[in-house]
């Protein structure tokens, strides 16, 4: 038996924790994982491993992971080859584009494809070929706000400032539970650690959440917040900040502060203290102690994006760390400056070039809000969509109105989609190609680390071999463009396998041939642990790209949103309002396919607040009807006095009973999908992005 220690990260979510993995080769059988643990010496992770990490064995081993091209016929599946494969994809796209228009073929590219950088380097080799307007992605039920704010105030939609959690000495969290998803648009393995040891250092962390979630309960100050009501909070701060004489001079170039300050002068913390829930001296105090820190931050995740106002409230955060000094600044909201910096070497962006053709929702990036995909889908007319290309995503238990979704792939004239699984998904699909596993490709994080609260860099090889007849996906990707190119007499342009295009552009970065280090994949390789750049620093004012390279902290169209805000009626205090929360075994619906991960307490039930339960006659464990405006599902309820009154809470991405799903272990788990009770015309107005928080519901015994 031989014995051989490998270092690589995981990439299964944003930590991107460095690990130490044991294989064994026993005569002349096929090398096997014995052993996975955090690796103690790399340099950004030191040691930390969630259990997500440990799941990558189970991939590897999972009977239920497709290994070849598999057609479905009828209600059957069957092996095909590789090229023919290509050949049919490319020939029923070209056909239904040819008969019906470009835009009748759709594309929606869900979460993983930024975890895998084949996909992040190939996939529009193919897809761009296909020169649709109906592009869409999980972008949009997650952190779009957030790429609008700064391509609106800064000038790229990837010039992310990050909190520089290890130097602050107050962190304000809205939206967040780190501690579950391991940072989040702030890339930051072993973040428990690092919260304390604010604390340690004399500082400060609150939350702010409806729920007092697993970093809740380690914060410092923890405040309920009706769910939505987070725009209302961050302008009662900002409000109190102008009001007080509490801001702080910015080295950074700015326009529009003094429009900000005119446009919510009446927007003070009384009036706002209605609308969030939590008394207007609580709003001033936080805003006092905010500003009072010597270095302080202000970072919101999901569950802001994810609300009615979420562009808005991402941009009240952008503005508290500005008007306080904090933007730009050590121990606040920092700009990453990273090996591969894909905002040196992407166009900044794009808003509202064209709109979605039913309900008329703005594009940004190249993209379409996800929840007009369905009516895309089912509306007769010119432009209906009749075919979809979908890449590793599972919109029917991630996009809300997921059963809407699930009829409208019924009615596709094709489908194909590249994945590991049969899922709620590709369950409709006549062709799925699945790419080789994590273990079994090279891996480069050309986005966690732009999101990450040190500068750092690594490259991974594959720790098990291709296996025969198999393909990574940047290869699926070629293969396709050939084959859609040959088909159509459409023009193709060679291309690097991916390990190229990163060595070219660490070569050109920051750390590479201009600079002194000469960074490069070969230098890498004598890194197994990563290699850490250094602290994040200020350089946001040299990367602004803004057309006036200043700081636009007056949008037009967020200044106009707060009208919407202003005139909005809220709903009934009586009202329930639904809410996620997120676990640390689970980041995505096909984890539940993992004995480790799924082990253990229940975690699918809905959470209420016992005196929430005993008004409406509920006791533990009973079964109960949750309904909203799109529909109903059944799911055992408990109680929870860590749950704000009148809110109640169900976790993403159960609910694996549907017919033809080939996940035997997801399949036996109880629960019921989110995404059946989330409503598709429940958005944030300004950029499309789902709200799929404080969706109002009401819940009565089954």
Same mark, same amino acid.
Not at 420 to 431: F, K, P, Q, S
């Given at each position: 038996?031989?014995?051989?220690?490998?270092?690589?990260?995981?990439?299964?979510?944003?930590?991107?924790?460095?690990?130490?993995?044991?294989?064994?080769?026993?005569?002349?059988?096929?090398?096997?994982?014995?052993?996975?643990?955090?690796d103690?010496?790399? !340099?950004?992770?030191?040691?930390?491993?969630?259990?997500?990490?440990?799941?990558?064995?189970?991939?590897?081993?999972?009977?239920?992971?497709?290994?070849?091209?598999?057609r479905?016929?009828?209600?059957?599946?069957?092996?095909?080859?590789?090229?023919?494969?290509?050949?049919?994809?490319?020939?029923?796209?070209?056909?239904?584009?040819?008969?019906?228009?470009?835009?009748?073929?759709?594309? /929606?590219?869900?979460?993983?494809?930024?975890?895998? /950088?084949?996909?992040?380097?190939?996939?529009?080799?193919?897809?761009?070929?296909?020169?649709?307007?109906?592009?869409?992605?999980?972008?949009?039920?997650?952190?779009?706000?957030?790429?609008?704010?700064?391509?609106?105030? /800064?000038?790229?939609?990837?010039?992310?400032?990050?909190?520089?959690?290890?130097?602050?000495?107050?962190?304000?969290?809205?939206?967040?539970?780190?501690? %579950?998803?391991?940072?989040?648009?702030?890339?930051?393995?072993?973040?428990e650690?690092? $919260?304390?040891?604010?604390?340690?250092?004399?500082?400060?962390?609150?939350?702010?959440?409806?729920?007092?979630?697993?970093?809740?309960?380690m914060?410092?100050?923890?405040?309920?917040?009706?769910?939505?009501?987070?725009?209302?909070?961050?302008?009662?701060?900002? @409000?109190?900040?102008?009001?007080?004489?509490? !801001?702080?001079?910015?080295? =950074?170039?700015?326009?529009?502060?003094?429009?900000?300050?005119?446009?919510?002068?009446?927007?003070?913390?009384?009036?706002?203290?209605?609308?969030?829930?939590?008394?207007?001296?609580?709003?001033?105090? =936080?805003?006092?102690?905010?500003?009072?820190?010597?270095?302080?931050?202000?970072?919101?995740?999901?569950?802001?994006?994810?609300?009615?106002?979420?562009? =808005?409230?991402?941009?009240?955060?952008?503005?508290?760390?500005?008007?306080?000094?904090? =933007?730009?600044?050590?121990?606040g %909201?920092?700009? +990453?400056?990273?090996?591969?910096?894909?905002?040196?070497?992407?166009?900044?962006?794009?808003?509202?070039?064209?709109?979605?053709?039913?309900?008329?929702?703005?594009? /940004?990036?190249?993209?379409l809000?996800?929840?007009?995909?369905?009516?895309?889908?089912? +509306?007769?007319?010119e432009?209906?969509?009749?075919?979809?290309?979908? #890449?590793?995503?599972?919109?029917?238990?991630?996009?809300?109105?997921?059963?809407?979704?699930?009829?409208?792939?019924?009615?596709?004239?094709?489908?194909?989609?590249?994945?590991?699984?049969?899922?709620?998904?590709?369950?409709?699909?006549?062709?799925?190609?699945p790419?080789?596993?994590?273990?079994?490709?090279?891996?480069?994080?050309?986005?966690?680390?732009?999101?990450?609260?040190? @500068?750092?860099?690594?490259?991974?090889?594959?720790? $098990?071999a291709?296996?025969?007849?198999?393909?990574?996906?940047?290869?699926?990707?070629?293969?396709?463009?050939?084959?859609?190119?040959?088909?159509?007499?459409?023009?193709?342009?060679?291309?690097?396998?991916?390990?190229?295009?990163?060595?070219?552009?660490?070569?050109?970065?920051?750390?590479?041939?201009?600079?002194?280090?000469?960074?490069s994949?070969? +230098?890498?390789?004598?890194?197994?642990?990563?290699?850490?750049?250094?602290?994040?620093?200020?350089?946001?004012?040299?990367?602004?790209?803004?057309?006036?390279?200043?700081?636009?902290?007056?949008?037009? #169209?967020?200044?106009?949103?707060? &009208?919407?805000?202003?005139t909005?009626?809220?709903?009934?205090?009586?009202?329930l309002?639904?809410?996620?929360?997120?676990?640390?075994?689970?980041?995505?619906?096909?984890?539940?396919n993992?004995?480790?991960?799924?082990?253990?307490?229940?975690?699918?039930?809905?959470?209420?607040?016992?005196?929430?339960?005993?008004?409406?006659?509920?006791?533990?464990?009973?079964?109960?009807? #949750?309904?909203?405006?799109?529909?109903?599902?059944?799911?055992?309820?408990?109680?929870?006095?860590?749950?704000?009154?009148?809110?109640?809470?169900?976790?993403?991405?159960?609910?694996?009973?549907?017919?033809?799903?080939?996940?035997?272990? %997801?399949?036996?788990?109880p629960?019921?999908?989110? @995404?059946?009770?989330?409503?598709?015309?429940?958005?944030?107005?300004?950029?499309?992005?789902?709200?799929?928080?404080?969706?109002?519901?009401? &819940?009565?015994?089954?």
């Amino acid at each position: 038996m031989t014995k051989t220690l490998h270092h690589r990260a995981c990439h299964l979510c944003e930590a991107i924790c460095g690990l130490t993995i044991e294989t064994t080769v026993e005569n002349d059988a096929p090398m096997r994982i014995t052993s996975i643990k955090g690796d103690a010496l790399d !340099t950004f992770s030191r040691g930390h491993i969630c259990p997500k990490a440990v799941a990558l064995q189970d991939i590897q081993d999972d009977p239920n992971r497709l290994r070849q091209p598999m057609r479905r016929v009828g209600q059957d599946w069957h092996p095909i080859g590789w090229q023919e494969a290509f050949d049919l994809v490319a020939e029923r796209l070209a056909d239904i584009q040819q008969r019906h228009g470009q835009n009748a073929v759709a594309v /929606y590219q869900g979460n993983p494809s930024v975890h895998n /950088y084949g996909l992040m380097t190939h996939s529009n080799y193919f897809l761009g070929l296909l020169k649709t307007r109906n592009r869409f992605s999980a972008t949009s039920v997650d952190q779009l706000p957030h790429h609008l704010t700064s391509y609106l105030m /800064y000038g790229h939609g990837l010039l992310l400032p990050i909190a520089d959690i290890d130097h602050t000495d107050f962190m304000l969290i809205l939206g967040g539970n780190p501690l %579950a998803s391991n940072g989040s648009i702030m890339t930051v393995p072993d973040v428990e650690k690092r $919260l304390r040891a604010i604390q340690t250092r004399g500082g400060k962390v609150v939350v702010v959440d409806p729920r007092r979630s697993e970093t809740a309960a380690m914060a410092d100050q923890h405040l309920f917040i009706r769910p939505g009501g987070d725009a209302a909070l961050l302008l009662g701060v900002l @409000n109190t900040l102008f009001v007080e004489g509490l !801001t702080r001079a910015t080295h =950074l170039p700015v326009d529009g502060l003094e429009e900000v300050r005119a446009a919510i002068a009446s927007l003070d913390a009384d009036a706002m203290s209605v609308r969030c829930g939590i008394p207007a001296e609580q709003i001033r105090q =936080l805003a006092r102690d905010f500003a009072g820190a010597e270095r302080a931050v202000c970072y919101g995740r999901m569950g802001i994006s994810t609300q009615a106002y979420g562009t =808005l409230c991402h941009w009240l955060v952008q503005l508290i760390n500005l008007v306080t000094g904090n =933007l730009d600044r050590v121990g606040g %909201a920092l700009c +990453t400056e990273p090996a591969l910096d894909l905002v040196a070497s992407t166009s900044g962006g794009s808003f509202n070039r064209w709109q979605s053709r039913v309900s008329r929702l703005p594009e /940004y990036g190249g993209e379409l809000p996800v929840s007009a995909l369905a009516e895309e889908m089912l +509306t007769p007319g010119e432009g209906q969509v009749r075919a979809l290309v979908t #890449v590793a995503g599972n919109p029917v238990l991630s996009t809300p109105n997921g059963r809407r979704l699930d009829e409208a792939l019924e009615g596709l004239a094709f489908m194909v989609s590249v994945d590991l699984y049969i899922n709620e998904t590709t369950r409709h699909a006549d062709l799925i190609l699945p790419s080789t596993s994590a273990l079994e490709n090279d891996h480069y994080d050309t986005t966690f680390n732009l999101f990450a609260v040190r @500068n750092v860099t690594r490259f991974n090889r594959a720790i $098990l071999a291709k296996p025969e007849g198999a393909l990574h996906d940047w290869e699926i990707f070629v293969g396709l463009a050939k084959a859609f190119a040959h088909r159509t007499g459409r023009e193709l342009k060679p291309t690097l396998p991916p390990a190229q295009m990163v060595d070219r552009g660490l070569r050109a970065g920051l750390y590479g041939e201009a600079s002194g280090f000469k960074l490069s994949l070969d +230098t890498l390789n004598d890194y197994p642990h990563g290699l850490d750049l250094g602290a994040l620093k200020p350089n946001l004012a040299p990367r602004l790209k803004t057309g006036n390279q200043r700081v636009q902290a007056a949008p037009e #169209v967020i200044l106009a949103d707060l &009208v919407r805000f202003a005139t909005a009626q809220q709903p009934p205090a009586d009202t329930l309002l639904l809410i996620g929360r997120r676990h640390v075994r689970s980041n995505n619906s096909w984890m539940h396919n993992y004995h480790r991960l799924v082990k253990g307490k229940p975690r699918h039930h809905l959470l209420m607040n016992p005196e929430d339960m005993a008004r409406h006659g509920l006791t533990d464990g009973q079964r109960v009807r #949750v309904a909203s405006r799109v529909g109903g599902i059944e799911v055992e309820v408990m109680g929870s006095v860590d749950m704000m009154r009148g809110v109640v809470s169900l976790p993403h991405g159960w609910g694996h009973r549907r017919p033809g799903v080939q996940m035997d272990i %997801a399949r036996e788990q109880p629960g019921a999908s989110a @995404n059946d009770l989330t409503d598709e015309r429940h958005l944030d107005a300004v950029s499309g992005n789902a709200a799929l928080n404080g969706v109002p519901v009401t &819940v009565t015994a089954a």
